[in-house]
Structure formats: C-alpha cells, structure tokens
T-cell receptor, first 113, second 112 residues
Framework: GAVVSQHPSRVICKSGTSVKIECRSL??????MFWYRQFPKKSLMLMAT?????????EQGVEKDKFLINHASLTLSTLTVTSAHPEDSSFYIC?????????FGQGTRLTVV | GEDVEQSLFLSVREGDSSVINCTYT??????LYWYKQEPGAGLQLLTY?????DMKQDQRLTVLLNKKDKHLSLRIADTQTGDSAIYFC????????????FGPGTRLSVLP
C-alpha cells in the first residue's frame, strides 16, 4: 500500500487563486519532507525542504512567498501555491526520505487557467 | 553541484532487453537509484544499489555500477509493453535524509 499520500491528484484553478496540496506520510514520522516540481519533458527539480517545527528551506530561485510550505505535524506537510498563474501549471511531487531511499507521493497535476 | 545525465529516449521491441544508461558526477554518492514514472503518476522505486557494489539483480532488472567512470545502467530483460514509462536515475545528495538529484529521465517505448 501507499506509504505517502498526496492530495489532490489533479486540480484546476483560476488565475489569481490559491491552491493547497497535502502530503501525508502514512507509515513514518517525517521531520523532513521534500517538494519537487516537474516541468514537461524535464526532470524533477527540488523546490524546498519542509521541516517540522521550523521554516522551510527553499532552493535558489523558488519564491517562498508564492510557494508556502507548512509542516504542521510529523506526518503532514502542505504546499500552497498562492496567487497562481498559468506558468505555475506543473506536476508537483512530495517525498518522504528514509534511511536508504525516499518514498514519493502520487503527485499533483496543477493546471491554472 | 551534482549532475545526473541520461539519454532521453529509448525504443525496444517487446521481448528484447532494454538498457538505460546514466552518468553522475558526485563521487561521494553512497546510493544510486532507479525510479519508474508511468504517465500522470508519481515515482515508483524500482531498485537501488549501494556504491560499494558492482551489480545488483532483481528478477528482470539488473543494475550495473562502474564507480570509476561514474556510470550506472539498468537492464530490463524480456521487456514488456507495461514497462513503457520514464525511468529516472537518481543519486542521494548530501548525507542521510537529504534530497535526491534526478537525471532528466529516459522515456522507454516498447514496440509490439
């Protein structure tokens, strides 16, 4: 069964609105979770590291005020895309790292119209 | 920084073997991974290899690691249409619990 649950799997929103994506670790407590973004026909790029109990760490070039991350508990991290624009349309995936591997969510396809 | 490269496309006929290649730059990587992504889906871990190993076999999958050349390959024996997907090579960046650096992915197309 799934180790990491990501919700929703697909979302369409209007430009200017905000969208929240949830990532739940079902089997592990996770003090750290990672958020990736996948561009069409390209690889996954790390956006930010979500840290339970402290601020997220953002990769260079990622706007922290646009992509809000809240690591509310040891099993839940949320990514909120604020004031979404069409260029934010993408596939977002979270992951929960473990000792020798990482478990990935199912991904969220965000389309901003 | 770390960099992982792969060829972008591979086509094989059903029943043949597929070999997907990957090169990486971080010689300190302790684990290297192969992930599979089916259309519109997340990532599925196929296999991983510890850096002190040369080869790992798991059913139809064989992973070869040439640490000197920083080259990793994934061989899929008796390739089936269900194997059509994007395959990502990845290395674990940093120490325990750190993020992954992914290659661009190889799109495998299996022809009947």
């Amino acid at each position: 069964g799934a180790v990491v649950s990501q919700h929703p799997s697909r979302v369409i929103c209007k430009s200017g609105t905000s969208v929240k994506i949830e990532c739940r670790s079902l089997d592990f407590q996770a003090t750290t979770m990672f958020w990736y973004r996948q561009f069409p026909k390209k690889s996954l790029m790390l956006m930010a590291t979500s840290n339970e109990g402290s601020k997220a760490t953002y990769e260079q070039g990622v706007e922290k005020d646009k992509f809000l991350i809240n690591h509310a508990s040891l099993t839940l991290s949320t990514l909120t895309v604020t004031s979404a624009h069409p260029e934010d349309s993408s596939f977002y995936i979270c992951s929960v790292p473990q000792v020798t591997e990482a478990f990935f969510g199912q991904g969220t396809r965000l389309t901003v119209v | 920084g770390e960099d992982v490269e792969q060829s972008l496309f591979l086509s094989v006929r059903e029943g043949d073997s597929s070999v997907i290649n990957c090169t990486y730059t971080d010689s300190s990587s302790t684990y290297l991974y192969w992930y599979k992504q089916e259309p519109g889906a997340g990532l599925q871990l196929l296999t991983y290899i510890f850096s002190n190993m040369d080869m790992k076999q798991d059913q139809r999958l064989t992973v070869l690691l040439n640490k000197k050349d920083k080259h990793l390959s994934l061989r899929i024996a008796d390739t089936q249409t269900g194997d059509s997907a994007i395959y990502f090579c990845a290395e674990m960046a940093g120490n325990y619990g750190q993020n992954f650096v992914f290659g661009p992915g190889t799109r495998l197309s299996v022809l009947p």
